[in-house]
T-cell receptor, first 113, second 115 residues
Framework: SAVISQKPSRDICQRGTSLTIQCQVDSQVTMMFWYRQQPGQSLTLIATANQGSEATYESGFVIDKFPISRPNLTFSTLTVSNMSPEDSSIYLC??????????FGPGTRLTVT | AQSVTQLDSHVSVSEGTPVLLRCNYSSSYSPSLFWYVQHPNKGLQLLLKYTSAATLVKGINGFEAEFKKSETSFHLTKPSAHMSDAAEYFCVVSDLDSGNTPLVFGKGTRLSVIA
């Protein structure tokens, strides 16, 4: 299974600012995914990121708010832009295992004040 | 479009008694089904998966689940609960034939284990 790390593990940010979350995988993967888990809620897919192409966003999520980079096969970033308290969530990245399931990073706990 | 319904938001059992977490799914294609567990302040861990092979799937930590197509169910069971099983459990569906692998999560079931 893939080992996934995320930075930062948690952060407290002021409204109106932006935070970039990094996701690093210990092996090359084709597809990486970004999820949001709002307090007490389940996971919602934000976007799918393939290396060398634009990320594909799910309904309700837009590139201006959540820009994603995927510069190579082991790394991706998600930026949460112009933050508001409603953006307080856990943000998780995951990778396709090649066997239908996904492996998840430990998550980034974001609090916006 | 696929969807998942976890029938209980919270289940409480005594240590040593059986665990049953219920999940029903809806899928247009041949589904892959998963159970993930999330312990407090920790990441998601895959418990088990069904991908069109044996309908009774065994996972880690003594958990198992049975795929029942006629009932569109994929309930998670364990014969004897342990205190360390207390966590949030997510039933997840993905379509095998849809050409990509987005996961659709259920709302989660919080399992409490009472000593």
């Amino acid at each position: 299974s893939a080992v996934i790390s995320q930075k930062p593990s948690r952060d407290i940010c002021q409204r109106g600012t932006s935070l970039t979350i990094q996701c690093q995988v210990d092996s090359q993967v084709t597809m990486m995914f970004w999820y949001r888990q709002q307090p007490g809620q389940s996971l919602t897919l934000i976007a799918t990121a393939n290396q060398g192409s634009e990320a594909t966003y799910e309904s309700g999520f837009v590139i201006d708010k959540f820009p994603i980079s995927r510069p190579n096969l082991t790394f991706s970033t998600l930026t949460v832009s112009n933050m508001s308290p409603e953006d307080s969530s856990i943000y998780l990245c995951s990778v396709d295992s090649g066997g239908y399931e996904q492996y998840f990073g430990p998550g980034t706990r974001l609090t916006v004040t | 479009a696929q969807s998942v319904t976890q029938l209980d938001s919270h289940v409480s059992v005594s240590e040593g008694t059986p665990v049953l977490l219920r999940c029903n799914y809806s899928s247009s294609y041949s589904p892959s089904l998963f159970w993930y567990v999330q312990h407090p302040n920790k990441g998601l861990q895959l418990l088990l998966k069904y991908t069109s092979a044996a309908t009774l799937v065994k996972g880690i930590n003594g958990f198992e689940a049975e795929f029942k197509k006629s009932e569109t169910s994929f309930h998670l069971t364990k014969p004897s609960a342990h205190m360390s099983d207390a966590a949030e459990y997510f039933c997840v569906v993905s379509d095998l034939d849809s050409g990509n692998t987005p996961l659709v999560f259920g709302k989660g079931t919080r399992l409490s284990v009472i000593a």
